[in-house]
């Protein structure tokens, strides 16, 4: 299997890109082309869910919400007893 990210252009530009903000671009640009949920991207990323969020809104993608990803979040609720 082959997949190919689209990433951003500053990429190519910036030599002081850490192990962490490469994988924080990946996981925008797999989320962004639809090909983990929200979770998982977040994960990817090492971000709590809210702040990869945020992150994403500051960039403009949005954020589709499917059924995988309201299954999480429904049983992140009953973990937390709030639910």
Known sequence: ???T???ADSLSRTE???SSDWLREIAFALFQQ???SLSRASKIAGIELMDFQKLLAERGIC???DVEDFEQDVQRLRDRDWL
């Open 1 to 3: 299997m082959q997949i």
């Open 63 to 65: 954020v589709h919400y």
């Open 34 to 36: 639809e090909r983990v």
């Open 16 to 18: 002081n890109f850490s």
């Open 5 to 7: 990210l689209n990433l």
